[in-house]
């Protein structure tokens, strides 16, 4: 499982990256939220619970 953002949906507030506790960070702050390290992801959902629009998912 890894993260997938929805960039239409994506307000780039980055609450996702402020709640991810992976080292490295799972997400980088740009235009959008974007995926930057999906093997650092531990599946925890502390950046889908953390996104106000529910821009985020875990999917396989």
């Not at 599946?43 to 875990?58: N, S, T």
Request: hydrophobic residues 35%; negative net charge; contains cysteine.
């Amino acid at each position: 499982m890894r993260p997938y953002v929805d960039e239409e949906l994506c307000i780039t507030c980055g609450q996702c990256e402020e709640a991810c506790p992976a080292e490295p960070n799972v997400f980088r702050m740009g235009d959008k939220a974007e995926v930057v390290h999906p093997e650092a992801c531990t599946e925890c959902g502390a950046c889908v619970a953390a996104c106000p629009v529910d821009a985020i998912e875990l999917k396989e």
